[in-house]
T-cell receptor, first 116, second 110 residues
Framework: EAGVAQSPRYKIIEKRQSVAFWCNPI?????LYWYQQILGQGPKLLIQ????????DSQLPKDRFSAERLKGVDSTLKIQPAKLEDSAVYLC??????????????FGEGSRLTVL | QKEVEQNSGPLSVPEGAIASLNCTYS??????FFWYRQYSGKSPELIMS????GDKEDGRFTAQLNKASQYVSLLIRDSQPSDSATYLC??????????FGQGTELSVKP
């Protein structure tokens, strides 16, 4: 079974530039998550999709971050314009069931963003 | 108060010892609790889940839950150097959101 695919793995940009990350979840997984993990911290949920609808985006900085999940499969997370504090690993995860009650999230390898 | 709190460590134990990792949470209505392991530079992977008070054992790992005290722990028996990683406590709160703690770094010395 293929895992969660993410790209790019690494990205270096200057502040005020834009960046986009892509994620393809495990086939059949209805729920998709984007987490931000700053060095030395635990993952912080940015947005959760159930199929192609948003379940939770309460911690997404909507003035600069956007995310979409067209057709309920893969997803894109965009940051525009980037700030220094956006330097982090952006983790995409998927789960078979809604609400993550099983807690079993499958994570991709992450996209490491460095903002200079 | 953070929703899920862990000691950041690092926690250092000798090989073969028991490693004890602790976690507290603030949402009393939380129903499900998880431990993820994250090796350096890698993504988190689920190692244990626990839903009811008491102990749950899986090989060398034991998860313990005390809902009255809002406390979750993970014990690793016969610790191995390969257990060296950051252990993330995650709690599914009443809103159905999975909240992670900041993680405890464990170092097992040969």
């Amino acid at each position: 079974e293929a895992g969660v695919a993410q790209s790019p793995r690494y990205k270096i940009i200057e502040k005020r530039q834009s960046v986009a990350f892509w994620c393809n979840p495990i086939s059949g997984h209805a729920t998709l998550y984007w987490y931000q993990q700053i060095l030395g911290q635990g993952p912080k949920l940015l947005i959760q999709f159930q199929n192609n609808g948003v379940v939770d985006d309460s911690q997404l900085p909507k003035d600069r971050f956007s995310a979409e999940r067209l057709k309920g499969v893969d997803s894109t997370l965009k940051i525009q314009p980037a700030k220094l504090e956006d330097s982090a690993v952006y983790l995409c995860a998927s789960s078979l069931y809604a609400g993550s009650n099983t807690g079993e999230l499958f994570f991709g390898e992450g996209s490491r963003l460095t903002v200079l | 108060q953070k929703e899920v709190e862990q000691n950041s460590g690092p926690l250092s134990v000798p090989e073969g010892a028991i490693a004890s990792l602790n976690c507290t949470y603030s949402d009393r209505g939380s129903q499900s609790f998880f431990w993820y392991r994250q090796y350096s530079g890698k993504s988190p992977e689920l190692i244990m889940s626990i839903y009811s008070n008491g102990d749950k054992e899986d090989g060398r790992f034991t998860a313990q839950l005390n809902k009255a005290s809002q406390y979750v722990s993970l014990l690793i028996r016969d610790s191995q150097p390969s257990d060296s990683a950051t252990y993330l406590c995650a709690v599914n709160n009443q809103g159905g959101k999975l909240i992670f703690g900041q993680g405890t770094e464990l170092s097992v010395k040969p």
